[in-house]
């Protein structure tokens, strides 16, 4: 056990390294689901059915796939259509294209929130289809998903690990770098603290985003807000 | 590339033990998660004290970790402790520890929607509290928490796709071993779609079935 602990103490800037990789993983992929989930939550109010239906296709097939096969799927798939990807962009890519799903849930739920009188208050006043959304609902659906889309963050921090079967050299994968290196060069095996101690890192930092997230949701309770948006369940990770 | 239709028929059988894998993988960790879920929510809703607070955190701590190193945790570092288990029931244990937190949560929150007064009532009948969750708590509880529950359960058929992460051989692992092996990509994928669309697909679908006929009583 005490070897362990050791272990992880020395190794330490293979671990930090691991976590830049992964917190990096995770911003690109937010920022990314976040544009791509705006958009398509914001189509998915639209009037013409045929959108929202299409909106709804991509939805469920990207919630519904499992998430491994999705990125499996772009990193191996990708040279087939000759476009090789290297790890990072195609793990950014598979987590983003899943996190849009996730996020044009949210923004479509934070948009109906709104009550109806504001659009037709709005569109009695004149104001273009796009004005409606900049000027009106957008803003107060901000308000309403800010709580769910904390919490798809801290989804995305999870999924990240996915990286490390694909060759990124994530949080995860650095552990298990150790754990090699450990049991070829000196016969030791130290799987469990190593993994142990991976699981308490991502505890830790999904739980805070988890605390904030809660924490969003009740103060915007307090104040009144719209109905909120319920984060998407991590069961459906 | 082209679609070999013979190729993939050649693959039939190979595939065929893969979906075989993923269903019982799926099948045993889902009855194995209700257990947990009911023992979990029988411990809360009964507020014994210590176990009460191990099932927060336990439920806490799988939500808020990734399920891939939970997998990883399990078949790795749980034979350094001296508990070694096979792949396949590395996988189950795993799937069954992290459905059971979201079980656990599905049915103390049927439980606690049963009301006070049906534990007032029990306990003027003289049943004291297991009895009480037993015949009448989980009975109800059950009923309502189960779309839920099954929604979990769609869940973890989904992500049974992590164990082939261990090397198991179920769908995922068969498919994507055979795309490494033949440099053929294209049938291999869409097996996978089309075999984890149906599945999801067909048991979501059976969920929203029994939640309309399990509403019956309650509507008009």
């Not at chain 1, 491994?68 to 259509?81: E, K, Q, S």
């Not at chain 2, 070694?84 to 799937?95: D, K």
Request: with cysteine; net charge positive; hydrophobic share 55%.
């Amino acid at each position: 056990m005490t070897h362990g602990m050791a272990l992880i103490a020395e190794n330490w800037q293979l671990l930090l390294l691991g976590l830049r990789a992964t917190i990096n993983l995770a911003f690109v992929t937010l920022i990314a689901s976040t544009i791509l989930g705006v958009l398509l939550g914001t189509l998915a109010t639209v009037r013409a059915w045929q959108v929202r239906w299409l909106i709804a296709l991509y939805v469920e097939v990207f919630r519904d796939i499992p998430l491994i096969v999705t990125i499996f799927t772009i990193f191996f798939g990708a040279p087939y259509l000759g476009v090789p990807l290297e790890p990072f962009p195609a793990v950014a890519l598979g987590l983003s294209l899943w996190g849009a799903a996730n996020g044009a849930e949210i923004v479509r739920g934070g948009i109906q929130a709104i009550p109806d009188g504001q659009r037709e208050a709005a569109r009695a006043l004149g104001l273009h289809a796009w004005k409606i959304y900049l000027l009106v609902l957008w803003p107060q659906a901000l308000r309403n998903v800010l709580p769910a889309f904390t919490g798809l963050l801290a989804l995305i921090v999870q999924s990240t690990s996915l990286g490390s079967l694909v060759g990124v050299t994530e949080f995860l994968k650095a552990g298990g770098l150790i754990i090699e290196r450990s049991t070829v060069m000196q016969g030791i095996n130290p799987a469990f603290e190593v993994y142990g101690f991976v699981l308490l890192v991502y505890f830790t930092i999904c739980s805070v985003l988890t605390a904030f997230s809660r924490w969003l949701e009740l103060r915007l309770v307090a104040r009144g807000g719209a109905q909120t948006v319920r984060a998407p369940d991590t069961a459906r990770l | 590339m082209e679609f070999e239709l013979d190729y993939l028929l050649r693959q039939w059988p190979a595939l065929r033990s893969g979906l075989m894998v993923t269903i019982e993988v799926s099948a045993l960790a889902i009855a194995l998660s209700i257990l947990v879920g009911l023992v979990g929510a029988g411990i809360r809703v009964m507020h014994v004290p210590v176990l009460s607070q191990i099932v927060v955190a336990y439920v806490e701590f799988i939500r808020n970790t990734p399920l891939l190193v939970q997998l990883f945790f399990v078949f790795f570092g749980l034979p350094a402790i001296g508990l070694t288990l096979s792949l396949f029931w590395s996988g189950v244990l795993a799937l069954t520890l992290w459905a059971g937190a979201f079980q656990t949560e599905n049915l103390r929150g049927g439980l606690a929607s049963v009301g006070p007064g049906l534990r007032e009532a029990g306990r003027a009948l003289g049943l004291n509290r297991l009895q009480y969750l037993w015949l009448i708590g989980l009975p109800l509880a059950v009923r309502i928490s189960l779309p839920s529950m099954l929604n979990t359960g769609v869940s973890l058929v989904k992500n049974s796709a992590y164990v082939s992460a261990i090397g198991l051989q179920d769908l995922t692992g068969v498919a994507f071993d055979r795309m490494a092996s033949d440099f053929r990509a294209f049938e291999m994928l869409t097996v996978l779609l089309v075999g984890y669309l149906t599945l999801v697909l067909t048991l979501s679908a059976s969920v929203r079935l029994l939640e309309h006929r399990l509403h019956a009583p309650f509507r008009r």
